[in-house]
């Protein structure tokens, strides 16, 4: 293994300390916001936000639980590990700022493949201007785990929590839902195709949007950034990480209150509706309980309505009512049926 | 396995789904920090800081490499965990007020085993008045990994960077070294002779307090309280996680500066001198090499040796030159030894 390594010109992780490793891996991130005073190479970070709230969003992606590196290139996962945590702050109505990445990793990978994952945070850091300011690489006996915490900020009037929705609000979900999954079945099968034939060279050009919705996920700092020039203020929000039916639940649950959701208005896209045929599923629950779509759902009050009409990106989904844990989906034949959900169940 | 889980009362993991684990493990978690907008439950945290600079801290402890359950109780695991981060907030002389804590598990792990856990980082968070805003928790295919992030704030002028350090400055340690590595020395022998026999009833009564500086450590925020007590400001501070060699090396290499350590003036126990002995090895070794202390390492300048020369916990090690990567240890025997390390290096 180590020969091959450096007949390939691969360097085995076990030629670094930690600190070299560091410095390798963030030696070509720059800081660029005014609230980092100091980034990497202290015991901590240090930031300035003056009187803002300060936003912080943390989690954690497992090898083999979050992702399959058999079709996951080590750029994308770097990539998508941010989006996942900006879009947890820009579900808060805020900006984020700063990111701190903990990478742990078996010795089977080299540094080449631990700078690709590099290269994807790089990219999301440079695309949604943020600064990386801290982390920790140690070894793990088993596979590459990615902890990343961000950090954002907002001023206090501005934030949109879960919990604000109120009676007739409308919901509004940004961009389509159910694509992410989908790319990941493709990806899937295709992965089971090359286990059989690894010559097969597959054609994925049908399914370009739909692969591009789960490998390189957007974070929607366009659509903060079109409240503030709109002078919106969602009444509640959250970002769609597990699927929209148990986002609607996170929301109604915590606002204390009950919804209508219209199954003709949830958007899923052309190239959705074109896989689903092919796998024979049903785009509104592909679309419901997909997840990994990153898009925000929030309510809004409805005299906001004439400021978000003419978006063609900004879906009305339905209503707020106040009967509580009365969550439904009205169904396209105008059936009411309780939107459930088992959240994300992992274990 | 499930049954005998069930024998002893004991809960699968996989019996709950994520929201009602995070809900479980955080329920007796209070909020106490003014600081602390807005807790657990929303996609991000809030914070509320005023005007003063944040700090952020964070990294990842991975079963196997960085802890062994077979002699670290699950709950001093958590305890110490968030120790660590602590004492990285405090080396840059601030208050730490804020945490996340990630898990990720195998499925050998019970809830009972997890709530342990969270007891020694919910004992921490009482004891050092921190509020636990935030985390996650996943199922891992390998054993436990704790990514835990630290939030505080200082002052911007009283913050102690690595880099500070000047010529002549004194170099100070708070407590004593080396008892924390050797208390580990300690675990693992007794977990070799319970390998072999695993009736034996081993007393440790002589060991209690190098086991518990490994089990149990503190971080040093007495230390911040007194600088602030006493007018004190650092120029240049450092945590000693990895060992007095490794810390004092990166306190002159940020700095650009020098140093001599006076090898007779390293405080060690006399319970590490005396388990020195027995385990044949040398105590300034262990001390200066040995990591896992806590201890504060800090300068100061000259003018404020006054106030700190009656504390019987602080020692004045050496001082500062200017003999840039001259970083020297005098021995007892008055040689000039340079000190060298490669930090920390677990691949």
Redesign the interface.
Known sequence: MEDQEQKNNLTP??D????KLIEELTKTFEINNDST??GI???????????E??????????????FDLAYTPMKHLGYKAVISNL???Y??N?NCT?I?V???MS?RFTLESIEELYLGIRAACKKYNIDL????T??????L?I?I????HAK?KK?S???GAKLNDLIVVSGDLGSAYMGLQILKRENEVFKVNPNNQPDLSDYAYLLQRQLKPEARKDVIEFFAENDILPTS???ISDGLSSEIIHICK?SGIGCNVYEDKIPVSEELRSACKEFKLHSTTVAMSGGEDYELLFTINQKDYEKIKNSSDLSVLGHITNDIDQVNLITKAEQVVPITS??????
């Not at 670094?16 to 600190?19: A, D, K, S, T």
């Not at 190479?41 to 009187?51: E, Q, S, T, V």
């Open positions: 992780i076990s670094l300390g930690e600190f005073d100091l190479g202290d015991d901590a970070a240090i930031l300035d936000f003056n009187k709230k300060i936003l912080v969003s943390t989690d954690m992606l497992v090898e083999g639980i979050h879009s947890d702050i579900a808060m805020g700063q701190t903990s990478i742990g010795n300011v801290g982390g920790d140690t070894s793990s006996n088993k596979g785990i902890s915490t961000a950090i954002g206090g934030v929590k879960r919990s929000m959250i970002d915590s088992q959240g994300w169940k992992s274990f």
